[in-house]
């Protein structure tokens, strides 16, 4: 076994073993992946990741194995034999001139995450937690979810053979989500509950029976997010820039991709850092308030039309708030009707993603309209999911079925009689 790396309490700073069942410090605290740096170093130069980036086995093929060491950092054969060959990551990024104009920018980038092997990021940070699970010995793992972390863990758990349970709130989440965990054959619990219920039963029953637990507050999911953060680098052709801007809603993912780039700064592979933006929905903007008052986190009851988001109690609020930090980022918000409008924006432009993804690009357009974004900023913005994960909200939005929403945007089906004069007479 690798020595050298170990997981360190963010709370108190105890470390335990790397490699331990444990997702949490006694005290309490939620632990943190730290690496042996000097190891790291010995094969991670940015040729060697652009040359992995061509090879064509299936460990540097992967968006999120090619950069191992500082990932997971087991010996190649024994990370071999536990990771499974599914090419994770590896997401376009989109240059988007005509969004870019929309937000005030001069130049935008978009990395559209929902073009993941299950359509969301949250493969990334499974493909290490499975990973891991199957190095610990463990059959069976368990998540609470708002629904792409149980569709991503289902996927992951059939091809690995494991077995997978899953914790939903019931009613709560999209169709196509919750079709996707039944479809990969995981068991499936909707709790009369909302996210945040689930997730405080999630973590009791994992730690009764020792079923392996895989939401965020697994430290090897954060580990396996970190890989957006090197990826998109690696898009820039290893330019850094000036802001990275994702919704928030546990915290995992801009608590990951703030890590990634300190890490690669420790590494002396980057000589500056993105400052993060971390977008909300205000109807569940926890995070938000805690930033700009300068307190502890205190839940709320979350509501908002973007489920992935909708979450009053963060795991990851701690971790989260240190990222941001150490990156001199920033917290923002914005309402549904926002997060609609910039959805609606998205989508038009041929790129699509899920309504959680386009808070990225609303809270873009209010962080430029306040002046904390500068038009000449190098921006890149993270679509988490994919379009076709929430129909429901595309269908109610076109047709103006959402109370409350200004609709400026629809696009409705029409009807039209089937005759060639009535379908000429419709065209626009
Ligand atoms: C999980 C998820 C988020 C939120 O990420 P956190 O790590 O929980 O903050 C945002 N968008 C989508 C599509 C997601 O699936
Ligand atoms: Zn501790």
Not at 153 to 158: F, K, N
Request: hydrophobic share 40%; charged share 20%; net charge neutral.
């Amino acid at each position: 076994m690798t020595s050298g790396w170990q997981l360190v309490c963010v709370q108190c700073g105890t470390s335990w073993p790397a490699l331990s069942l444990r997702y949490r410090c006694d005290c309490g605290g939620t632990l943190d992946v730290q690496h042996d740096f000097a190891k790291a170093r010995e094969h991670l130069t940015l040729d060697a990741l652009d040359q992995r980036r061509a090879s064509s086995d299936f460990l540097d093929r992967s968006g999120v194995w090619r950069f191992r060491e500082l990932i997971l950092p087991l010996e190649d054969p024994t990370l071999r034999q536990v990771a499974v060959p599914r090419g994770e990551g590896n997401t376009h990024l989109y240059e988007c001139p005509g969004l870019a104009r929309e937000v005030g920018l001069q130049q935008l980038f978009l990395k559209h995450e929902g073009e993941n092997p299950t359509a969301s990021f949250k493969d990334r940070g499974m493909a290490v937690g499975i990973a891991v699970a199957r190095h610990l010995g463990l059959e069976r793992v368990a998540c609470a979810s708002t629904g792409n972390t149980s569709a991503s863990m289902a996927s992951y758990a059939a091809l690995a053979g494991l077995k997978a349970y899953v914790f939903v709130p019931k009613g709560k989440i999209a169709a196509g989500k919750l079709s996707q965990a039944i479809a990969y054959g995981a068991q499936t619990l909707q709790i009369q509950g909302d996210f945040d219920e689930a997730m405080t039963l999630v973590e009791e029953v994992c730690n009764q029976v020792g079923i392996y637990l895989l939401n965020s507050v697994n430290p090897f999911r954060i580990e396996g997010q970190k890989a957006i953060a090197f990826e998109l680098l690696q898009d820039l052709q290893w330019r850094v820039p000036d802001w990275v801007v994702l919704p928030g809603g546990n915290l995992g993912n801009n608590t990951a991709i703030a890590k990634g780039f300190i890490e690669l700064m420790a590494l002396g592979l980057i000589d500056r850092l993105p400052r993060i933006a971390v977008v909300q929905a205000s109807g569940a903007n926890p995070l938000h308030t805690a930033f700009h008052s300068r307190k502890e986190l205190v839940p709320i009851r979350a509501e908002t039309i973007a489920s992935a988001i909708k979450i009053g109690n963060p795991v990851s609020w701690r971790k989260s708030l240190r990222g941001l930090h150490a990156t001199q980022g920033t917290v923002t918000e914005v309402t549904d009707a926002e997060i609609l409008d910039a959805k609606a924006l998205v989508d038009a432009a041929g790129i699509g993603a899920e309504p959680a993804s386009c808070a990225t690009v609303a809270g873009l357009r209010r962080l430029v309209r306040e002046a904390i974004i500068h038009p000449k900023d190098l921006v890149c913005g993270v679509l988490t999911g994919h379009v076709l994960k929430d129909t429901g909200v595309i269908v109610d939005y076109h047709q103006g079925q959402l109370k409350g929403i200004p609709t400026g945007k629809a696009n409705p089906p029409q009807v039209v009689e089937s005759s060639l004069e009535a379908l000429l007479a419709k065209l626009n």
